[in-house]
C-alpha cells in the first residue's frame, strides 16, 4: 500500500524534475509554499549546492503586506542574492503548485530583480 496513493503535487513535481535540471549554466530556481510562508533557492544539481536562498520568515526579510506582496519581495530578494553570485538566468521549478498566486508573484519579483527565465 505504501507509495500507491501519491498526492496530486508530487506526481506533477515528479513530472517536471523528470524534464528539469539546474546546470552550471542556468541553475534551478525552486520554489516551496506553505500555509506561513514561502521559500525560493537557486540551486546547482550538478554539484548539490544552494547558491542562493531567501524566505518570508528569514531574519533579513523586510516584506509587509499580504502574502502575495511578500512573495514579490522574497522573488526580488532571491534575485538580488543569485546576481550577485554570478546567476544571471535561471530554470524556473515551481515545485508541483501551479503558476498562480504566491508562486507568480515570486517569479515576477525575481524577473524584476534582473533574473532570465
Known amino acids: 500500500m505504501a507509495g500507491k496513493k501519491l498526492s496530486r503535487r508530487d506526481r506533477i513535481k515528479k513530472g517536471i524534475r523528470k524534464r528539469l535540471t ?5 541553475p534551478r530556481l525552486s520554489v516551496y509554499r506553505s500555509n506561513k510562508g514561502i521559500y525560493a533557492q537557486v540551486i546547482n544539481d550538478v554539484t548539490g549546492k544552494t547558491i542562493a536562498s531567501a524566505s518570508s520568515l528569514s ?20 534575485g538580488e542574492k543569485a546576481i550577485a553570485a554570478g546567476v544571471k538566468e535561471v530554470v524556473f521549478d515551481r515545485n508541483g ?3 498562480h498566486g504566491r508562486v507568480k508573484s515570486l517569479a515576477e519579483g525575481a524577473r524584476e530583480a534582473g533574473l532570465v527565465f
Request: proline content about 0%.
Open 22 to 26: 539546474g546546470s552550471e549554466e542556468r
Open 59 to 78: 531574519k533579513d526579510f523586510t516584506g509587509t503586506g499580504n502574502k502575495s506582496d511578500q512573495s514579490v519581495a522574497v522573488g526580488k530578494l532571491v
Open 97 to 99: 503548485y501551479l503558476y
